[in-house]
Every structure is written in structure tokens, then in C-alpha cells.
């Protein structure tokens, strides 16, 4: 999946912000995971190009700023990219193992939610849809 470093760049842009080798770096490694990562993890793949007092304060203005989304797994969350950088989604976690698959549920579901919304006379600007349960593997323990 192409991940749009120039919007990044826009974003910052706007903002009146300085594309800095730091930030860069970390936008890098949240384009290159697939799956909602940890803070812990994202700071450890970063350990050679910044400290984690860095990441983290980059994370929080990443998150102001629209670039990434929290994933709460109970009262944890992982980030990832946000949808302006990659397609509308879900997701599925594993109360167990903590795994989590992303799932698309379609514009069926999408226009559905949206008719609801009418139905009752509210517009709808947004939404997340998070499933919970056990994965393949956790059922077989």
C-alpha cells in the first residue's frame, strides 16, 4: 500500500510545522506496519534515530494534528496511520492475546449507519466500529 509522504508533508505545512529528520523517521515506521502498533514497539524500532521522550511527544502532536488514530485495546491503545493516509477501516482484537485484524465492513454497513443517523435527524461525521472476542488461535487453547 502506498503511504502519501507528500500529504504528511502538506499536513505540516499547514500547521506551520518543520519537517525534521526525527519526525520523518517516525512517520517511516508507522507507514511500514500493517497493524496498529504499540508506543513500546514504535519507540524500540525507532531507538537508533531518537529517544523515547522524542517519540512520544511526536506521537501526542502526530495525534493533534490528525496524522494518526489511538486503537484502545481495553484501556491500552496502539496508533496507526490515520485515514487520511490509508483507506476507512475496523478492527478485530483478541481479548486474550491482544492480536488485532483489520477489517473493512464495507459500504453496505457504512450507508446503513449513515441512514440510521437520518432516521433519527442526526448527521453523522464520524465513527469507529472495534470488535472484540477470541482469534483462531486463542480458541484452540
Known amino acids: 500500500m502506498l503511504i502519501d509522504g507528500v500529504k504528511f508533508k502538506e499536513i505540516l505545512d499547514k500547521r506551520q510545522l518543520r519537517l525534521t529528520g526525527q519526525r520523518k523517521a517516525l512517520y517511516q515506521s508507522l507507514a511500514g506496519h500493517n497493524q496498529p502498533v504499540s508506543l513500546k514497539r514504535l519507540a524500540s524500532s525507532l531507538s537508533g534515530h531518537m529517544d523515547q521522550v522524542t517519540v512520544y511527544r511526536n506521537v ?10 489511538k ?5 491500552k491503545y496502539r496508533i496507526e496511520l490515520s485515514e487520511q493516509f490509508r483507506p476507512h477501516h475496523h478492527h478485530m482484537t ?7 485484524i483489520t477489517i473493512s465492513l464495507g459500504n453496505r454497513m457504512e450507508k446503513a449507519m449513515e441512514s440510521f443517523g437520518e432516521k433519527h435527524g442526526f ?3 464520524g465513527h469507529q466500529i472495534e470488535l472484540s472476542g477470541l482469534c483462531k488461535s486463542c480458541l484452540r487453547v
Do not use: A, R
Not at 61 to 66: A, V
Not at 94 to 100: A, H, M, T
Open 123 to 125: 448527521k453523522i461525521t
Open 71 to 75: 486503537v484502545y485495546t481495553g484501556w
Open 60 to 69: 501526542d502532536l502526530f495525534e493533534s494534528i490528525g496524522v494518526i488514530n
Open 94 to 100: 483478541c481479548v486474550n492475546c491482544g492480536k488485532i
